[in-house]
């Protein structure tokens, strides 16, 4: 069974910082792309950062970029989003996953209010 | 980046429907093309890929369909389990962008 599994969301100033995590198993997570996406509240889904077979290539939108490190382990089939200088706006449920194979974890919500 | 605009926004439709959802890309796209349920507190759930692929598990009453910058996803009898949220996204250029939703209402 496929499962990814988010974790490190919390409620945070503006400002600070928080660590996300992703464990993921029952696939061959070595094999795949990996992305981030997040989904701020009664809003559309957002493509954040996604990062390649060996975390050498690493892609990110716009509004995140300079802010947000995405990286992974492959020997511990873990996905990670470091989130730096976080504002109001990057409020949202933040979920981990892969486009190619198409599954996605149940996510972990990021609060960044004073 | 690449706009994708989805339509409509919300239907309203009774069990048995059917009930076609569009995304138009703002440029060609390839078959870069997949879409997504979510229901609420759900993580997204992918149905369809390469514009007509039905994702291992998905019952056959969808399918997806379009080329270039037009795409459709189609349920052809509308289940109950089916009023959720659907969003198309394009892969085939960053950032990746996902359209507005449809949200699948009961009549």
């Known amino acids: 069974e496929v499962q990814l599994v988010e974790s490190g969301g919390d409620l945070v100033q503006p400002g600070g910082s928080l660590r996300l995590s992703c464990a993921t198993s029952g696939f061959t997570f070595r094999s795949y792309w990996m992305s981030w996406l997040r989904q701020a509240p009664g809003k559309g889904l957002e493509w954040v950062a996604n990062i390649n077979l060996d975390g050498g290539e690493k892609n990110y939108v716009d509004s995140v970029r300079g802010r947000f490190t995405i990286s992974r382990d492959n020997a511990q089939n873990s996905l990670y989003l470091q989130m730096n200088s976080l504002r109001v706006e990057d409020t949202a449920v933040y979920y981990c996953?892969?486009?190619?194979?198409?599954?996605w974890g149940q996510g972990t919500l990021v609060t960044v209010s004073s | 980046d690449i706009q994708m605009t989805q339509s409509p926004s919300s239907l309203s439709a009774s069990v048995g429907d059917r009930v076609t959802i569009t995304c138009r890309a703002s440029q060609g796209i390839g078959n870069d093309l997949a879409w997504y349920q979510q229901k609420p507190g759900k993580a997204p759930k992918r149905l369809i890929y390469g514009v007509s692929s039905l994702q291992s598990g998905v019952p056959s009453r969808f399918s997806g369909s379009g080329s270039g910058t037009d795409f459709t996803l189609t349920i052809s009898s509308l289940q109950p389990e089916d009023f959720a949220t659907y969003f198309c996204l394009q892969h085939n250029n960053y950032p990746l962008t996902f359209g507005g939703g449809t949200k699948v209402e009961i009549k």
């Open positions: 996953g892969g486009v190619a194979p198409g599954y």
